[in-house]
């Protein structure tokens, strides 16, 4: 009996969570203000971030089937406050608030695994998250206290105009800058901090997985946008190029996970390591002097349904076959048709696929930084030439190779099972047509949620 | 009062083409209509494959039997946009400018009504060829998807469309070829679909950077199967079903020639103070004489074959690296007009042979000449349109736009350029791969025993029926564009 | 006449033989070519991928010590550098 309210609560929470999503992106937009004397913005980017943060734990609630009762609904709050500590941080324009909800996030989200999925690799998965999410805070707390004790302020505008006031400080508040540039790249995946994402993102409980996926990248991006937005004037005392510190993230994070992709023998590390190719591409939105919240916010929620469309189809694939391995998945077009058509389709989005959301503001992304130097026009192409050959690669398996004989059986699902799975994946794939082709009036609104106060 | 001679040729329309236009302004964004028939022309043949796709076990015969009809409306409304420009006003009234919902544009217009209208035509035709293996749905799907895709390449305003038309080609070639490459689990697909791929990967490059559009000219000689790619051409010919085959000979060759044009033109205007590297201009004389060679390579290449399939892919490469050739070391006044005029009549021809091929294809099952003989005993019409289309092969180069491709051949001879020899050299031994292949099919003692070897009554409807539209075609009249060559003759005035 | 005709015939011949004489070692040669180059590519393209995907192999607190390391690596070298 307790087991099922218990269920039914997580279950709640979960869809009221999803509705608070869609209710700050399709409602009416506030005007920006400040919170807390100005320690807090409720600007574009923060409503943004609240609404990404909401629905990706609204739907890993949803997801976590596989936990019972009391277990469910421990993971499903321990979420939501890993994803309140995401928001406090998108908000935060005071660095021990910032760090502060970076810390709650990084310790929750693991918790949460721990919570939710009781197989033997959860706990090592969850150790994983908790000694990465620990690195990155700790390193942005020795720069943040850096930055602090040189500027004499932990408000990212006061900091701005204090932490020059040190001729000789210069170089040191640069190695500061450089290491928050480590902490933020192992929150958002950027090469060579990524190298253990395929086994976090890819191998674990899929909603859990998912959320992680969809909640640190915000969170890094959230560090980066109020701390640039504030050291504006800083940067153009130190001469400092924000594009060219990011230069060799975006190479390495452009070609090494879609080349490792085309080896990889597992179809949720497949799709892990080309959602870290696409995440690597927003990095085209850091200019000389900053960041450009408007282009980073609707790439970041292409990034997200494309991460959705995936997760389904692979949580379906994992569901009917039992486990995700390539060899596993030959010839499935012959004995799933529906299922092989939603891995393709979920293949092909990574790849971009003409008319979705997510390939439209990655293009438009593209033309607006392509131009700015060979690197990173060579670093989008070959990107995506590996992306597409991976892709190739995983529907090729699909679709001409021949049935594995000694396979094992095909699990039947339950009805419901397979309605979630096609519900989710349904849901998403139209999201992501809809707004890619502009159907609606409300389908701009994603592009217009960033704009943010103070920088950018 | 003397009256003032009119203009030679009229002013140029002020349309736009789907890169970084070299002297060509864009429309302002108030001279595009909302979606409409341009956007049928993409959307239908994709409608058409989602149907196959989805289509119940009861009904999905009916439906790849009727997968031609996706492509019906698509064909007529670019006969009739040919025939309203060329009868009623003009080649300059046919402009139609389209925007899509989610950005991009698609146009028609007198720059690419031609090879429009080939894709348009070819299309039907593919569907509805006789192939060896029974048709299964997954296969017209994605034919029907490789129409949509060339013709989006070839009906774009802007990059976006163009690059998502390059890349969706190669998808439904990696799947057509997998589809008959089913005994040995596709493994013959990968290395074309990377090719082409990379192709895609170029256009892309080009598409975000004006300073890379000679990379067009890399996309273009791979769609072409000049060389290094000719290998895999050849394989993908081999491999692929008829209506493919079709499709890929007409589709690939009319959107790689226009990458190559547009390449070879950004090249050209590269160090003189427009895009592209400084020394671009100085890479043209040496990618000529590689092409020449790369023709004459081919030539013999193709001349060793023994499997038809592949001595018309041989056939192909050669005829693109000439082409391409001819692009690079003859002015633009002269190369345009005459690889336009040349690429026109080969590729209307190409279709004739291989429609006329396709029922011994599909009875033989094989491409090895061994299997083919004899055909003159038994089939005297099928036999007299291989002679034709031959022959047409042969005096290609005289017969389109008066001789303009001849005169741009001995152009290059007289130059006495090192890429003049081998270039007439690969020209010669593509074409004598194909008239030996023609000989060989004709002659014999044996005839191949099929059924009914002469042309059946829907080959004649097809036959007439494409004779009479080209006949009406004609009409259009050179040089103003209509069927004197793929692209306007009197982009020749314009220089670009 | 006749004897023109002859000659033309075997000047013919003869022509088309040398010619696949030359065809048929230019495909040889291009047979090799493509064999071996295009294999070799093909492996070393394979070789690269499949090291790549072997960085990727080892456990997630593994990639964590490397990351770590590399982080002191560059703050040490940034402090010893300015």
Known sequence: MLDAVAALLAVLVGVAFVAWAAALVLGPVAPERLVLQGLLADDGWSRAARAAVLLATGLAALG?????????????????????????????????????????????????????????????????????????????????????????????????????????????????????????????????????????????????????????????????????????????????????????????????????????????????????????????????????????????????????????????????????????????????????????????????????????????????????????????????????????????????RATVRDGADLVVPLASGRARYGLVFGLALLLELVLGLGLTPWAARLFTLAPVLYGG | MTPTAPPAFPALPTLPAPWPALGTPPPAAGDFDPAGPLALLILLPLVGALVLALAPRPVVRLATRAAVLWTLPGALFLLAAAWFGGAAHGAFAVRWLERLPGGGGLVLSIWNLVPALLVGLAAPLALAVPEAREKTPSRAAFLLVLTAANLAVILAVGPGVAVAGWLGGAWALCFLLGEADAVNAGQEASAPFVLHAFAGACVLAAALAPPFLPLLLVAGVIRLGVPPTHGVQARTFALLPTGALLLVVVGFAVTGLAAARDGVAALRASGVGGPGWGVGAAWLGPLAVASALAAAWVGFVALAEGDLKRRLAGFASAQGALWVTLLLACDP???????????????????????????????????????????????????????????????????????????????????????????????????????????????????????????????????????????????????????????????????? | MSTLWRGLGAAVYLTLRALFTVARAVAGVDRALREGVGGAVTALARAFAATIAHMHRGSAQDMTLLDLAGLALLLVGRLFGS
């Open chain 1, 64 to 400: 976590l089937v596989q936990a019972r009762g009391l277990r469910r609904l421990a993971a499903a709050l321990l979420l939501a406050l890993a994803g309140a500590g995401v928001a406090l941080a998108a908000a935060a324009l005071d660095l021990t608030l910032l760090w502060l909800g970076l810390a709650v996030a990084v310790t929750c989200g693991p918790l949460a695994i721990v919570a939710a999925d009781d197989r033997r690799n959860a706990a090592r998965h969850a150790l994983s998250a908790l000694l990465m999410g620990g690195l990155a805070t700790g390193v942005l707390g020795v720069s943040f206290l850096a930055l602090s004790s040189l500027g004499n302020a932990t408000h990212v505008v006061d900091l701005g105009f204090l932490v020059t006031r040190y001729e000789h400080a210069g170089p040191f508040a640069l190695t500061a800058l450089r290491a928050t540039g480590v902490g933020v790249a192992l929150l958002c995946a950027w090469a060579p901090f990524h190298l253990g994402l395929p086994e976090l993102w890819g191998e674990g409980s899929t909603p859990l997985a998912g959320w992680l996926a969809l909640a640190w990248p915000w969170a890094g991006w959230s560090v980066l946008v109020r701390l640039a937005g504030g050291l504006l004037p800083a940067f153009g005392e130190w001469s400092f190029d924000a594009a060219v510190a990011v230069q060799l993230f975006l190479v390495l994070g452009a070609l090494l996970p879609a080349a490792a992709a085309l080896a990889e023998d597992r179809l949720g590390r497949v799709f892990a390591l080309l959602a870290v190719g696409t995440l690597t591409e927003l990095l085209l939105a850091v200019h000389a002097h900053g960041v450009d919240p408007e282009w980073i916010a609707p790439g970041l929620w292409g990034y997200g349904l494309a991460w959705i469309v995936g997760a389904a189809a692979t949580a379906a694939v994992r569901a009917r076959v039992g486990d995700d391995r390539l060899a596993s998945l030959a010839g499935l077009a012959t004995r799933l048709p529906r299922t092989a058509f939603a891995v393709a389709a979920a293949a092909l989005v990574w790849a971009g696929l003409p008319g979705t959301f997510s390939l439209a503001v990655r293009w438009a992304l593209w033309q607006h930084a392509a131009g700015a130097t060979p690197l990173a026009l060579a670093a989008i192409v070959c990107g995506a030439f590996l992306r597409l050959v991976a892709a190739a690669r995983v529907i090729s398996v699909l679709y001409f």
């Open chain 2, 333 to 496: 006044t002269l190369a345009r007009p005459a690889v336009g005029a040349w690429a026109l009549v080969t590729l209307v021809t190409l279709v004739l042979l291989v429609l006329a091929y396709a029922p011994l294809w599909a009875f033989a099952r094989t491409g090895d000449l061994k299997a083919y003989g004899g055909l003159g005993r038994v089939a005297l019409v099928r036999s007299t349109l291989l002679l034709v289309g031959l022959a047409a092969l042969v005096f290609a180069p005289v017969l389109s736009a008066r001789g303009a491709g001849a005169a741009a051949l001995v152009d290059v001879l007289a130059r006495r350029i090192p890429a003049g020899g081998p270039v007439v050299l690969g020209g010669a031994l593509g074409l004598l791969a194909v008239g030996l292949s023609v000989y060989r099919t004709i002659r014999g003692e044996t005839a191949m025993p099929l059924p009914a070897p002469d042309l059946s009554a829907a080959e004649w409807c097809v036959v007439v029926l494409f004779g009479a539209t080209l006949f009406l075609l004609s009409a259009l009249g050179p040089p103003l564009g209509g069927l004197g060559s793929l692209w306007p003759v009197f982009a020749a005035a314009g220089g670009s």
